[in-house]
């Protein structure tokens, strides 16, 4: 349940959306590191890594456990994502589909917890501020997109070569003219740095829209007293609950997207001549 401060739901809103940062650090710094994220992903990505080492050491060529059947449907699911788009070798873009796909739902999914209550427990051992999202910070949405950025620029080098890459850069789409190679390359530049851009802002947009209507319906639940305060609480349960079933559909097609996108951009470094 919300515990709204006194200075109302604005006020209310703005604690939960300001991240932990160290000490002395200034939380509007472009720079600062967000410990709440950073701590949060990494937990879940430690989580996903065990889990699915745990299934993979104890899977059976028999008839599988549940836990086992769950795993194995989801790699199915990715590898054939991969194999439709993506033509080379996958032994490294599979489990970097797999990563992404997995690791960005569980971080999403974090969406779904109450909205007080990691900050709750956190206040506990006098922590003032954590956000449960990692996916809702933009510094975590462009670290992984800057990340699948690096490997399209890895997947150019590898399947063109540097002369052959530097050969598209300047001279698609318009020719090989020289009056045109700086034309090229800025348009280049600009589709290729849209990428990140767009996978990090699609990311983090929906995300944080999301975070957002939770807190909105979740500041309900202290907005009154009296029969008002009772049916302000009651809509607020109401709404917590079918935004929450809704969520889940985003939350899963974004972790789809994100690693749908990650895979075609790496098949058209890799493919595109």
């Known amino acids: 349940m919300a515990s709204e401060p006194q200075g109302g739901l604005t006020e209310y809103i703005q604690h939960h959306l300001t991240h932990l940062i160290p000490v002395g650090a200034d939380h509007r710094d472009f720079w600062a590191v967000h410990i709440d994220s950073i701590t949060v992903s990494l937990v879940l990505g430690v989580l996903f890594c065990l889990w699915f080492w745990s ?19 989801i790699l199915e699911f990715v590898d054939g994502q991969v194999k439709d788009v993506f033509h080379g070798d996958r032994r490294f873009l599979g489990p970097l589909a ?37 996916t809702a910070d933009t510094s975590m949405t462009f670290a992984m997109s800057i990340t699948v950025f690096l490997l399209i620029i890895v997947y150019s080098f590898k399947a063109k070569g540097f002369n052959g890459y530097m050969h598209e850069l300047f001279t698609a789409p318009f020719g090989k003219h020289p009056l045109l190679w ?32 939770f807190m909105l319906i979740a500041g309900l639940f202290s907005a009154g ?18 935004w929450g ?9 974004q972790a789809f997207i994100f690693m749908v996108l990650t895979i075609v951009y790496i098949s058209m470094a890799h493919d595109h001549h």
């Open 98 to 134: 797999l990563t992404v796909f997995v690791w960005v739902f569980l971080m999403n999914a974090m969406d779904l917890l109450p909205v007080d209550l990691l900050p709750w427990i956190t206040e506990k051992f006098g922590i003032g501020h954590f956000r449960a999202v990692p």
């Open 55 to 73: 299934k993979a050491r104890k899977a059976t060529s028999g008839v599988p456990s549940k836990g086992q059947a769950f795993v194995e449907i």
């Open 225 to 242: 007293a009296g029969v008002a305060g009772w049916a302000l609480y009651g809509a607020g349960i109401i709404g917590y609950t079918v």
């Open 182 to 213: 700086i034309p090229n390359f800025a348009l280049n530049l600009v589709e290729l740095l849209s990428k990140p851009v767009s996978l990090a802002m699609r990311l983090f947009g929906n995300m944080y829209a999301g975070e957002l209507v």
């Open 245 to 253: 079933i809704f969520h889940i559909l985003i939350i899963s097609i």
